[in-house]
């Protein structure tokens, strides 16, 4: 994975990284997409808060009967395109501070070092292109949650802060912010319309995130109101329950 390329150091805001891959010859498509799930994949999640990753996706190729036939059909529709690539990785990064340590950097480097020597073992990395994008939602609801608050300004750095949530839109008293492809936090200064709630108490904002104990080691530092530390479920979630400036509980989880 790419994550040491110099655009990420000078794009402002959060940046997105589509790679596609192609396997060694040696390996199968299953083989490929094992190893890449089960190996890799936690290597990622365990460096991706010193890399700055805020999200990670895998796009596994289809490889049934029906699937290979369309993708016959995409070859032979585009004059004998090139055949399919074994997967995309899709990575949204939070590019790092100006004023980032050289401890930090060096941690960085080493991670990505560390995830290019893993991607040797099974990425065919001359013939597995990577490029940044940005992304256009043509079709697709988008869906909101509307917090009314009676300070805006303590609202926003609350969530972008912790979160590294991008700001999409903003307006007199007003922010939205991109939590993913589709869903946006609506910040918005209370008025007639979306008066502030006296009591949340009952309601919760559940996000996913990387890593719940660099979450947790953020709020600490920023004197968040820590309702729960991270704590193990038996379902397989590692939980952390926060509240934010307006007494909305916010529940950050990880897949175990």
């Known amino acids: 994975m ?3 390329a110099e655009p990420l150091r000078e794009a402002a805001g959060m940046v997105k990284l589509v790679y596609a891959l192609r396997r060694l010859p040696h390996l199968s498509r299953e083989e490929f997409q094992r190893y890449w799930r089960e190996v890799h994949a936690p290597l990622v999640a365990e460096r991706a808060s010193v890399l700055g990753i805020r999200r990670y996706v895998q796009c596994h190729t289809r490889s049934d009967a029906g699937s290979d036939a369309a993708h016959a059909g995409f070859q032979a529709r585009n004059g004998g395109s090139p055949a399919p690539f074994d997967g995309f990785a899709e990575l949204w990064f939070e590019p790092p501070a100006s004023d980032r340590s050289e401890a930090d950097a060096q941690a960085a480097a080493q991670a990505a070092a560390e995830l290019l020597d893993d ?3 099974f990425i065919d990395l001359p013939n597995s292109p990577a490029t940044m994008t940005d992304e256009h939602h043509i079709v697709g ?3 909101r949650l509307l917090v009314p608050t009676s300070d805006h300004d303590g609202t926003l750095a609350w969530h ?4 590294g949530w991008e700001v999409v839109r903003q307006w007199p008293g007003g922010t939205l912010l991109a939590i993913d492809d589709h869903t946006r936090l609506e910040i918005l200064e209370g008025n007639a319309d979306f008066p502030p709630v006296p009591s949340l108490e009952g309601t919760a904002f559940v996000v996913e995130v990387p890593d719940v104990a660099a979450v947790y080691t953020a709020a600490v530092a ?8 991270p704590q193990d479920k038996p379902w397989g979630h590692r939980n952390l329950i926060l509240r934010d400036p307006n007494g909305l509980a916010v529940v950050a989880f990880e897949v175990r």
């Not at 972008?160 to 979160?163: C, K, Q, Y």
């Not at 920023?222 to 530390?229: K, L, M």
């Open 2 to 4: 790419p994550v040491a």
């Open 119 to 121: 991607e040797r073992n």
């Open 141 to 143: 609801a988008e869906r």
């Open 160 to 163: 972008a802060g912790l979160f």
């Open 222 to 229: 920023r004197g968040a109101t820590v309702v729960q530390p």
